[in-house]
């Protein structure tokens, strides 16, 4: 893991808008910008933080992928989520002061390390920070909850469609095609984050590729069909 002590200007960084709050002033910038000024790089298939690990910092994804996954008690690993570029990671550290998960970069990846305490004042200084931290867990609450939601009450199709459309509308709110999307994950860490089993994704894609939905070439997908995804997902709002 290599740790640069260089400045990270986040009023001149093209991802603030996904990571940090708009509204703050020059001021409040300049001060924000002393609070996250190193940067990690973590090779691919190496931790960014382990479960035990003391909670110090959340992360902002500057480039790459992550997974989150617990080991349950039988001794399997149970992916939780799947983080990208402009996404804040750590958050499980803050009840217990201890990580509750594994963050794996799934490729080589650059973090902007926000030390936690620091955050936390200057939230309490600016509402407008303060705000975000909040938004940002929020939105944790509302992913985990549709998790549950995939897990409790869906069939497969309709799991892996809605995992498709997640992940290409997040893509694209960086900036990237609406319609075509490299996976990062393999499909075994994907029917372990879908509550599925491996044959059971794969068949789902065969389905799919069948049906003239997507088109797969090992890790390349192309989404042909965004509607009928949508209309697996929620054939009532799509009739």
């Known amino acids: ?21 708009m509204g703050l002033n020059p001021e409040e910038m300049d001060k924000l910008d002393t609070v996250i000024s190193t940067r990690r790089r973590i090779k ?45 990671i750590g958050m499980d550290g ?41 938004k940002i867990m929020s939105r944790e609450i509302v992913r985990d909850h549709s998790v549950m939601l995939l897990l409790g009450s869906m069939r497969a199709e309709e799991r892996l469609a809605a995992f498709l459309l997640n992940l290409v509308q997040r893509l694209h709110a960086r900036g990237f095609s609406q319609s075509e999307l490299i996976l990062r994950m393999t499909r075994e860490e994907i029917g372990s984050y879908l509550g599925m089993k491996l044959e059971t994704v794969s068949r789902t894609f065969s389905k799919f590729v069948e049906e003239g939905i997507i088109e797969v070439k090992q890790r390349y997908v192309h989404i042909k069909n965004t509607d009928a995804l949508k209309q697996i997902v929620n054939p009532q709002t799509c009739r």
């Open 1 to 21: 893991m290599d740790i640069h002590s260089i400045k990270v200007a986040c009023s001149s960084c093209n991802l603030r808008e996904l990571c940090l709050p």
């Open 44 to 88: 691919r298939g190496t931790a960014l933080f382990n479960t035990g690990d003391k909670f110090t910092s959340l992360y902002a994804v500057r480039s790459g992928f992550f997974k989150t996954c617990v080991t349950t008690a039988d001794g399997r690993d149970q992916v939780t989520g799947f983080q990208m570029t402009g996404e804040i």
């Open 94 to 134: 803050i009840v217990s002061d201890r990580h509750s998960c594994d963050a794996i970069a799934l490729e080589d990846a650059e973090v902007c390390v926000m030390p936690f305490d620091q955050v936390e004042e200057l939230s309490r200084e600016f509402t407008t920070l303060q705000h975000h931290v909040h």
